[in-house]
C-alpha cells in the first residue's frame, strides 16, 4: 500500500475525498497481514464494495472501521482523517471550539472524537530514555489557567516529566506524567515508564528522588530557579502557556491526554514524514476496549 507521506493538505484531501477513500485505506492498514476471522479464526474471506471483509466460513461481515478508535465515527471519516490530519501535522494543538466550527459538528462530539486521537499518540513506551535525561516536576491549571478571580476545581495538577538531551544538551524527546503528590512512588511512575535503566538521569535536590537512585543512576543537583536545567524549564514553561492558552481548563481526567499530545508534538519530529500513516495505524490497532475509556464530555 502507498503510505501517506509529507504534509501537503491538497495532497491529502485529494487523497482522501469520500468515504470509500478512506476505508480503502483503513482495510490495507487493518489487513495487510491478512484477514483473521473475529468470530471463528477463519481466514479466507470475500472483499465487500465497501472494502469490509465477509469470513467464508461463518458469514461474519467485518467493517474496516470496527474494533478500532474510528469505529462509528458519527460525522464520518472523511472528517475524522481530516482532523487526524490537522492534529498530526499542526505545529500547535487544536482546541475542541476550533474543530467544530472547522468541520461544522458539535463541539462534544469534536472533544470525545479528540480524546481518541490523543489516546492514540500515546507513548507506546517502547523506546526508553538513554544518555543524560533531566527529570522535574511541574504544577499547571488551578487560578493561573486564564480565568480570572475564579478557582476550577481548586487545586492545580502536578505532574512529572523527563527530558531526553542530545549531546549538545538540546531536546532529543519529552515525556510528562500526572501524579498526585511528589512522593517516591509517584515520581517513579515516569522511571518506570518511560526511562532506560542504565540512563544519567539528574534531578533537583527534591528528597522524593532518594528512595529510587537505588535502582537508576541519579545525580542531584540545586536547580539554581531551572538555570541548571535549561532545557526541561523551556519544555515545561512551552506545555503550560499552551495548556493555558489553548484550553481554559484542563481536568484532571484529560491531562494526561493532552500531555501525551504535546509530547507527541515535540517528539515526532524526527518522523514528520509518515506522522498521519504512524497516528492512523495506532488509532486502527487501538482494541476498542480504549473507545469505553474515553468518556464523551
Ligand atoms: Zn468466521
Known amino acids: 500500500m502507498d503510505i501517506f507521506k509529507w504534509q501537503q493538505v491538497i495532497e491529502f484531501s485529494r487523497t482522501f475525498q469520500t468515504e470509500l477513500d478512506c476505508k480503502k485505506y483503513l482495510a490495507e492498514l487493518k489487513w495487510k497481514d491478512g484477514f483473521t476471522c473475529r468470530k471463528c479464526g477463519h481466514q479466507g474471506s470475500q472483499i465487500r464494495k465497501d472494502y469490509a471483509r465477509t469470513c467464508n466460513k461463518c458469514s461474519d461481515t467485518e467493517s474496516a472501521g470496527a474494533d478500532t478508535l474510528l469505529h462509528k465515527v458519527k460525522f464520518g471519516l472523511v472528517k475524522a482523517f481530516h482532523i487526524c490530519f490537522e492534529m498530526s501535522t499542526s505545529t500547535k494543538g487544536l482546541s475542541a471550539m476550533y474543530v467544530a466550527k472547522r468541520y461544522a459538528i458539535n463541539r462534544k462530539t469534536a472533544m470525545s472524537f479528540m480524546h481518541k486521537v490523543r489516546e492514540a499518540m500515546k ?10 535525561v533531566h527529570v522535574d516536576e511541574f504544577v499547571v491549571g488551578g487560578q493561573e489557567a486564564g480565568h480570572t478571580g475564579r478557582s476550577y476545581g481548586g487545586k492545580k495538577k502536578k505532574t512529572v516529566c523527563a527530558v531526553e538531551l542530545t549531546g549538545e544538551g538540546k531536546v532529543r524527546r519529552f515525556y510528562a506524567l500526572k501524579i498526585k503528590d511528589l512522593s517516591a512512588k509517584s515520581l517513579r511512575s515516569i522511571f ?11 534531578t533537583d535536590e527534591w528528597k522524593g528522588y532518594w528512595p529510587i537512585s537505588k535502582d537508576y543512576t541519579i545525580k542531584q543537583r540545586p536547580s539554581e530557579l531551572g538555570l541548571n536545567f535549561k532545557a526541561l524549564h523551556t519544555m515545561i514553561h512551552q506545555v503550560k502557556s499552551w495548556l493555558r492558552t489553548t484550553y481554559s481548563w484542563v481536568s484532571k481526567r ?10 507527541n508534538r515535540i517528539n515526532r519530529s524526527q518522523n514528520k514524514e509518515t506522522i498521519f500513516y504512524i497516528l492512523i495505524t495506532r488509532m486502527v490497532n487501538q482494541d476498542k476496549i480504549y473507545i469505553s475509556m474515553v468518556p464523551d464530555c
Open 254 to 263: 484529560h491531562i494526561d491526554r493532552y500531555l501525551s499530545e504535546f509530547s
Open 192 to 202: 518506570e515508564s518511560h526511562l532506560d535503566k542504565a540512563a544519567q538521569v539528574i
Open 123 to 132: 507513548s507506546g513506551e517502547n523506546h526508553p530514555m538513554q544518555g543524560e
